[in-house]
């Protein structure tokens, strides 16, 4: 069993910045892509951000691109995703997945391990 916790989200003002983290149990983090999803409310998930299990491989929505920056460091087993330039339409719940194949994917059907979720709020 893969257990996946996010950390740092919070109260943004518009413009400002958060920088997210995704911590894994030990296991196969490492040989898993990585993705950032998120849900606003009465909206569905959405993905945002994937790498790949090297890590030189990523993806991002059109919506954050130029604006998020997803890494992974695999010897601490965590991902992480920078938000820059953050807007008030970024506000969502946060949520990490690892993926069940090795590049980087922005379809949900390809994680099958999930966070609880971190909650970002990005005031006007």
């Known amino acids: 069993q893969v257990q996946l916790v996010e950390s740092g989200g919070g109260l943004v003002q518009a413009g400002g910045s958060l920088r997210l983290s995704c911590a894994a149990s030990a296991g196969t983090f490492s040989i898993r892509a990585m993705g950032w999803f998120r849900q606003a409310p009465g909206k569905e998930r959405e993905f945002v951000a994937t790498i790949n299990w090297v890590g030189g491989g990523t993806d991002y929505a059109d919506p954050v691109k130029g604006r998020f920056t997803i890494t992974r460091d695999n010897a601490k087993n965590t991902v992480y995703l920078q938000m820059n330039s953050l807007k008030p339409e970024d506000t969502a719940v946060y949520y990490c997945?690892?993926?069940?194949?090795?590049?980087?994917?922005?379809?949900?059907?390809?994680?099958?391990?999930w966070g609880q979720g971190t909650q970002v709020t990005v005031s006007s």
């Open positions: 997945a690892r993926a069940k194949v090795v590049s980087s994917t922005r379809f949900v059907v390809n994680y099958d391990y």
